[in-house]
């Protein structure tokens, strides 16, 4: 069974720093890797999506990469600001047939950004 | 704009009573999917279904049911709601069943069962 790990569990760092998340997963079988943004109380707003034959994807200050045979994702923040605070989820999207398209979540990241 | 709509946002009900979640969605897509968001436990797969009258089981489907009578909604049944219930649920959809886009997720829907 396909399970996803993030590290760390959480983060406290000054506005302005350079951040990395990260995401493992333990079956290489997926169709891609999505991380999302969650606000407490609130939904899942995506961020950013890889797919299995993309190493890396970028938009604004936030840059993924994923290296599928290791099963390894990295979320990057450059300039990290107070309103970047939130939990960082990492999914990865299955390809085995038993559970084609199912989810696999990771417990998440929460991510405190203070001025 | 294109979205996934749960309702109600928040519901606190009794053992026993039983309750449905909506979710609709307004993308045309095919699979729409039920998790369940538990602390320590992350998100875990209720049910899903590939398309209309086509549903399965995920992960945890015990004590849930759904149904796919059109394209655009899918609701979640819980026929005899227990506390372990007690949970926040989201909805998803993509337009195919491992689709390459990704998914969209529902605002959530947070449930108490007393």
């Given amino acids: ?115 | 704009e294109a979205q996934v709509t749960q309702n109600p946002r928040y519901l606190i009900t009794v053992t026993g009573k039983k309750l449905t979640v909506t979710c609709s969605q307004n993308m045309n897509h095919e699979y729409m999917s039920w998790y369940r968001q538990d602390p320590g436990l992350g998100l875990r797969q209720i049910y899903y279904s590939m398309n209309v009258e086509v549903t399965d089981k995920g992960d945890v489907p015990e004590g849930y049911k759904v149904s796919r009578k059109e394209k655009r909604n899918f609701p979640l049944i819980l026929e005899s709601p227990s506390p372990n219930q007690t949970s926040l649920y989201f909805c998803a959809s993509s337009l195919e069943q491992a689709d390459p886009y990704g998914y969209t997720f529902g605002s959530g829907t947070r449930l108490t069962v007393v």
């Fill in chain 1, 1 to 115: 069974k396909q399970e996803v790990t993030q590290i760390p569990a959480a983060l406290s760092v000054p506005e302005g720093e350079n951040l990395v998340l990260n995401c493992s997963f333990t079956d290489s079988a997926i169709y891609n890797l999505q991380w999302f943004r969650q606000d407490p109380g609130k939904g899942l707003t995506s961020l950013l999506l890889i797919q299995s034959s993309q190493r890396e994807q970028t938009s604004g200050r936030l840059n993924a990469s994923l290296d599928k045979s290791s099963g390894r994702s990295t979320l990057y923040i450059a300039a990290s600001q107070p309103g970047d605070s939130a939990t960082y989820l990492c999914a990865v999207d299955s390809a085995r047939g038993s559970t084609l398209g199912r989810l696999y979540f990771g417990r998440g990241t929460q991510l405190t950004v203070w001025p």
